[in-house]
């Protein structure tokens, strides 16, 4: 597993830009990335006139797939997804991830989206969600 680090932030791309890392068809990325204020909220002390909002919305990128083909799916989800947990406090976890991913795979983007989505639904039940969930999926064509 690759993993591009904070050190890769951007705030603009460009098709000009040097990838901050190379991948192949199939290969799991990890992007750790900071917050939309760039890690500079430490505390509810913290306010809004202090932030240097040049760097606010940081990306980390970007990532370039070497051979990815038509009918490929690339799939980016945030860590909401694995650390949803049900009433007993279980988490959904990487690998349910992953095969959920896999089972849905067949679907266009929205379904698959969808699917994914209830299959996390289905686990959790009505227990409240502690963090948010990020779920992106793009058909190469």
């Avoid at 909220?41 to 797939?65: C, E, H």
């Avoid at 990487?94 to 698959?112: F, K, P, T, V």
């Avoid at 989505?117 to 793009?138: C, E, N």
Wanted: include cysteine.
């Amino acid at each position: 597993m690759r993993a591009i680090g904070t050190d890769r932030q951007v705030y603009a791309f460009s098709e000009r830009m040097e990838p901050a890392a190379r991948a192949s068809r199939g290969e799991t990325v990890v992007f750790h990335a900071q917050d939309a204020f760039g890690g500079q909220v430490k505390s509810a002390a913290d306010v809004l006139t202090d932030l240097d909002f040049s760097r606010v919305n940081p990306a980390t990128g970007p990532l370039f797939v070497d051979d990815a083909e038509p009918g490929d799916t690339l799939v980016v989800y945030s860590d909401g997804a694995c650390d949803a947990a049900n009433f007993k406090d279980e988490h959904f976890g990487r690998e349910r991830l992953l095969d959920s991913i896999r089972r849905n795979a067949a679907y266009g983007a929205q379904r698959m989206v969808e699917e994914v989505q209830w299959d996390i639904r289905r686990f959790t039940g009505l227990a409240p969600r502690a963090d948010d969930l990020t779920l992106l999926v793009v058909k190469v064509l």
